[in-house]
C-alpha cells in the first residue's frame, strides 16, 4: 500500500500583533518540525479579509508575521515561506471545496458562530462562513499531511478531514481513471485517495494559551485588554508588567499536575513556563511545587523574557529592510506555486474542467 509523502503546512493570519498564544500554539511547533520536515508557512492575507475588510496596513501585517517567522528560526532558504494571496490557487481550490462542503458544516464551526453571533450578524461576510474551507484549501493544495496548530484550530482541520474525504468519495471514480490516487486506510477502510486526511498536530504543554486576565478565555489578539496577552514585540519591562499583574489564586503551586484541576490561571502559567523552557508541566511542579506566585512570576517573567526578547529584537531588524521581506516571500511564492499547480491541473483534469 502506497501512502502520501509526509509534508507540514500551517499559517498564520496578518492581523494584528502576534501573540504568546501564537507563538507557542503554533510558531515555535513549526520551527521544531522544519528540521524533519519538508515544511511550508503561509502569511494567510486572504483569510484576513474575512472578519475585517479593511485593514490600515495589511501590507505590513504580513510582512511582520514573515519576519516572526523567520525571527524564530524558520529557514525560508530550506522550507517555503510566502503569502497566501500571492498563490491563486489556495482561492480556486477553495472554490471546487465549497462545492463539495455542505452549508451546515460551515454553520457549526464555534469560531463563526462566536465571530457571526449577536451584535456582528449584519457584519458577517460570506467570507467568514466559507473560512474553513480556504483553509483546508490552503493545506490541500500542497497534499499536506500534518498541520502544527493551536487546539482552537482543531475543529477547523476535523472540517478539512471531512471535506478531502466527501471529494475522494464523490469523486471516486474519476480518481481511478487517472495515475493520481494513493491507497490509503481510513480507519479499517482501505480508500483510493486524492487527498490526505490530515493530521493535526496539536500536543505540548500549551496547545491553548489562556488570557492572562481570565484562565477560562483564550489570549487572542481581537481582547479588548492588551494585559491579556504577551505580544511578540512586547518589551522586558512590558512582559514583567503583564506576568506580575496576571490572575492567580492565593494558594502556593501544587507538587502535582492534578493539583492544578479547578486552578485554570495556575495551570495557565505553569503550562506557558513548561512551554517555553520546553519542560513537562510535571517537571515545573518539580521545580516550584510549594512555593508561591511571588516566587513563581519572577521566574517566568524571566524565562518569557530570555526566549522573546531575541525574537523581538531580531523582528525589528528584518522590519527595517522591507525588501528583504519581500524578496522572500516572492520567492517562497514562486515555489509554492509551482507546487499549488501541479494539484489544481490534477483536481481540474479529475473534476472534469476542460483545460
Ligand atoms: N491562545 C492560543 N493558544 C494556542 N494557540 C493559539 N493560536 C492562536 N491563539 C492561540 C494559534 O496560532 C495560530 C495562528 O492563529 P491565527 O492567525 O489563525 O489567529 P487566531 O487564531 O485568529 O488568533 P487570535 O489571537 O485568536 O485572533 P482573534 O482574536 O482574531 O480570534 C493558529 O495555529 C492558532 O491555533
Known amino acids: 500500500m502506497s501512502d502520501f509523502k509526509p509534508l507540514v503546512f500551517s499559517g498564520v493570519q496578518p492581523t494584528g500583533n502576534l501573540h504568546l498564544g501564537n507563538y507557542l500554539g503554533a510558531i515555535r511547533k513549526f520551527v521544531a518540525l522544519q528540521q524533519d520536515h519538508d515544511c511550508i508557512y503561509c502569511v494567510v492575507d486572504l483569510h484576513a479579509i474575512t472578519a475585517q475588510l479593511v485593514h490600515q496596513d495589511l501590507r505590513g501585517q504580513t510582512r511582520s508575521i514573515a519576519a516572526a517567522f523567520i525571527a524564530s528560526g524558520i529557514d525560508p532558504e530550506k ?11 489556495h482561492a480556486e481550490l477553495a ?32 467570507g467568514l462562513l466559507a473560512y474553513p474551507s480556504l483553509m483546508a484549501a490552503d493545506i490541500l493544495v500542497y497534499r499536506a499531511t500534518h498541520v502544527p496548530v493551536g487546539d482552537d484550530q482543531k475543529q477547523h482541520l476535523e472540517l478539512a478531514r471531512d471535506i478531502a474525504q466527501k471529494f475522494n468519495i464523490d469523486f471516486t471514480d474519476h480518481i481511478r481513471k487517472t495515475s493520481y490516487g494513493v491507497d490509503i486506510m481510513v480507519g479499517e477502510e482501505p480508500v483510493h485517495a486524492y487527498f490526505p486526511m490530515v493530521e493535526p498536530l496539536i500536543g505540548g504543554p500549551a496547545p491553548r494559551v489562556m488570557s492572562l486576565r481570565d484562565g477560562t478565555k483564550k489570549m487572542s489578539k481581537s481582547d ?72 513563581f512570576k519572577p521566574a517566568l517573567v524571566d524565562l518569557a523574557v530570555e526566549v522573546l526578547a531575541p525574537i523581538s529584537g531580531e523582528m ?3 522590519m527595517d529592510d522591507t525588501t528583504h521581506i519581500d524578496a522572500i516571500l516572492r520567492k517562497g511564492a514562486e515555489k509554492a506555486r509551482a507546487r499549488a499547480d501541479l494539484t489544481m491541473n490534477q483536481v481540474r483534469e479529475i473534476v472534469g474542467f476542460l483545460q
Open 79 to 89: 522550507h517555503i515561506v510566502f503569502n497566501q494571496s500571492a498563490v491563486p490557487q
Open 95 to 126: 472554490w471546487v471545496f465549497n462545492c463539495v462542503a455542505r452549508i451546515g458544516w460551515m454553520e457549526r464551526m464555534t469560531q463563526f458562530k462566536d465571530k457571526s453571533g449577536g451584535k456582528n450578524a449584519e457584519q458577517t461576510s460570506l
Open 224 to 295: 479588548a485588554s492588551d494585559l491579556s496577552r504577551i505580544n511578540l514585540m512586547d518589551d522586558a519591562e512590558t512582559i514583567s508588567k503583564k506576568i506580575r499583574k496576571a490572575k492567580t489564586d492565593p494558594d502556593a503551586l501544587p507538587s502535582e499536575v492534578e493539583g492544578l484541576k479547578g486552578r485554570p490561571e495556575a495551570d495557565n502559567l505553569v503550562g506557558i513556563y513548561a512551554a517555553l523552557s520546553d519542560k513537562t508541566k510535571q517537571e515545573v511542579l518539580g521545580e516550584f511545587g510549594g512555593q508561591q506566585f511571588s516566587v
Open 316 to 318: 525589528r531588524r528584518l
